[in-house]
């Protein structure tokens, strides 16, 4: 992960479709944990995981305002301090040949093929990026 930005991990949690369609607060709070213990299984280097959302990608300075709408009168815990944001991805049912996943070289990707991109939530709006097409992209 140090080295490519990701990895994939296959593990098993209890999360249904119909636990976040019935009860979706208490089913975000039990899922919630299991990604931690998940977390800290293959990452032990990591002393604090905090839940932030389930939110998309952002650029660096996105990054920084979710963190300060996340976590407010706090930004001496994160400003100037080195951090990572873990995205994880499971599908509710599959197989997921709708919106599949798709894992790039990060070194084919070129600083003009990429847009920040406004998001907008309820109390700020934060920053991610779009990525354009290119045919040079290693796959």
């Known amino acids: 992960m140090n080295i490519n930005g990701f ?9 249904t479709l119909e636990q ?3 009860g979706p607060e208490e089913a ?3 899922y919630h944990a299991e990604l931690e213990r998940i977390q800290h299984k293959h990452f032990p280097e990591y002393i604090r995981l905090e839940d932030l959302d389930f939110v998309d990608d952002y650029t660096p300075e996105g ?3 979710q963190l ?3 976590f407010p ?3 001496a815990q994160f400003l100037d301090k080195e951090h990572d944001m873990i995205n994880v991805w499971k599908p509710l049912v599959g197989p997921n040949n709708v919106w599949q ?3 790039g ?9 990429i847009t920040p991109a406004n998001v907008l939530r309820l109390d700020r709006v934060t920053e991610n990026k779009l990525l354009h097409p290119n045919d040079q992209y290693h796959w």
């Open 7 to 15: 990895c994939i991990l296959k593990e098993d949690t209890a999360l």
């Open 63 to 65: 990054a920084i305002e």
């Open 20 to 22: 976040a369609l019935n």
């Open 101 to 103: 996943r798709a894992l």
């Open 73 to 75: 009168r706090q930004e």
């Open 105 to 113: 070289d990060h070194a084919s990707i070129r600083p003009s093929d």
């Open 68 to 70: 300060g709408g996340s």
């Open 28 to 30: 975000e709070q039990e």
